[in-house]
Every structure is written in structure tokens, then in C-alpha cells.
């Protein structure tokens, strides 16, 4: 089974740029997780998907931060425009929709540096 | 409001030196708790899930345990290879599809 995609691995910008991430979950899950997560501390939730609808955003940055997930498969995650704090690995997770466990599969993250 | 805490922050033994991870929620209702490690530069990779006080997970040198008011994560004889971050996590709410909130995790280094 593929695991979770995610790309670029790496981003370099300048404060005020705008920058963008994708990710393609495990085939057939139905739940998306895009987490947030700073040097040292432990992933934080931004936003969670159910097929291509939004189940939770509230922590999301909603003036600089934007997120989709058209057709219930991959998704995008948008930063426009970045703040220095921005700096941080995003997370992609997905799990099956019908999972009782609550098991995330992870990606292996994109690395924002914001210089 | 941190509803997951996780002690010490970063921990080092040598190798065959056996310790523990402590795990502490304050969510009511627990539906689960989850221990992932995570490798530098690679997503967390899930470990144990534990439903009901008194459970115990194990995986090679890890175990896994929970009370009502905490989870531990002994590693026995650790080698090099255990080296790692290693999260926790609960769901917020009730519901099947509430959000699963992180501790900070614990950053372990075993040394040879």
C-alpha cells in the first residue's frame, strides 16, 4: 500500500510570499489532516477534511491560510501571504473513514523556512 | 488550555538503561490514547492505541501502559535504534470524527 505524498519536501521563501502544499493520502481514505509543526513541539491541527468537505478549521489561520480538497482526494494547503512564524513542517495525515481507531497515517512533512 | 503533557522533554540513556515516558490528559471521556514515534525529518508512525484503564500494549522493547489520568511508555534495555521523539495523542471530543490533539512529545536519545 502507498503511503501518504506529500510535496516539496523543502521550501525556502521570503515573509510575504505565498507558498503551497500538496498531498495525495492512502487510496480509499476518506479523512485528510493537514498539521502544523514547529521545531520542538508537537503537531498542531490546522485543518481536517471528511471526503471533500470541512470537519474542522478552527485553528486555522483563515487571513493568510487556505485549504482544499476538491473531488475527496488530494489536497492543497496555501500560505499567502507568510510571516516568519510560519516557519514549520507541515503534516499530511489520512485515515479510512470507517476506522474506529482513529489511526493517522502520516506523510513525511513539507519544511517551510520563512527568511 | 494543553490537554496533553508530556514529560521529561527529552531524555538520555545508555543503551540497556530501561526508563519511562509519562503521558498525562485531562480530556473527559477518553476514546483512546495513541503513542507514535517520529524519525527526524519523517512523519510520526503510529504505535499503540490503549481504550480503558488497566490496558497494556507491547512492541518489541516498548510497552505501553494507561491509567485514568495517564499513559506510560516503558522501554526496556533500549538500543541506539530506539532513538526517536515519541508523541501522544487523544481525540478532544466524543465523537468519532473529533480532532486528535498532540503532546509535545518526549525527544529520546539512547546512547551506545
Known amino acids: 500500500e502507498a503511503g501518504v505524498a506529500q510535496s516539496p519536501r523543502y521550501k525556502i521563501i521570503e515573509k510575504r510570499q505565498s507558498v503551497a502544499f500538496w498531498c495525495n493520502p492512502i487510496?480509499?481514505?476518506?479523512?485528510l489532516y493537514w498539521y502544523q509543526q514547529i521545531l520542538g513541539q508537537g503537531p498542531k491541527l490546522l485543518i481536517q477534511f471528511q471526503n471533500n468537505g470541512v470537519v474542522d478549521d478552527s485553528q486555522l489561520p483563515k487571513d493568510r491560510f487556505s485549504a482544499e480538497r476538491l473531488k475527496g482526494v488530494d489536497s492543497t494547503l496555501k500560505i499567502q501571504p507568510a510571516k516568519l512564524e510560519d516557519s514549520a513542517v507541515y503534516l499530511c495525515?489520512?485515515?479510512?473513514?470507517?476506522?474506529?481507531?482513529?489511526?493517522?497515517?502520516f506523510g513525511a512533512g513539507s519544511r517551510l523556512t520563512v527568511l | 488550555e494543553d490537554q496533553v503533557t508530556q514529560s521529561p522533554e527529552a531524555l538520555r540513556l545508555q543503551e540497556g538503561e530501561s526508563s519511562s515516558l509519562n503521558c498525562s490528559y485531562t480530556v473527559s471521556g477518553l476514546r483512546g490514547l495513541f503513542w507514535y514515534r517520529q524519525d527526524p525529518g519523517k512523519g510520526p508512525e503510529f504505535l499503540f492505541t490503549?481504550?480503558?484503564a488497566g490496558e497494556e500494549k507491547e512492541k518489541e522493547r516498548l510497552k505501553a501502559t494507561l491509567t485514568k489520568k495517564e499513559s506510560f511508555l516503558h522501554i526496556t534495555a533500549p538500543k541506539p535504534e530506539d532513538s526517536a521523539t515519541y508523541l501522544c495523542?487523544?481525540?478532544?471530543?466524543?465523537?468519532?470524527?473529533?480532532?486528535?490533539?498532540f503532546g509535545k512529545g518526549t525527544r529520546l536519545h539512547i546512547l551506545p
Open positions: 490503549l481504550y480503558s
Open positions: 487510496s480509499g481514505h476518506a479523512t
Open positions: 495525515a489520512s485515515r479510512p473513514m470507517d476506522s474506529g481507531a482513529n489511526v493517522l497515517t
Open positions: 495523542a487523544v481525540p478532544e471530543g466524543m465523537n468519532r470524527d473529533d480532532k486528535i490533539i
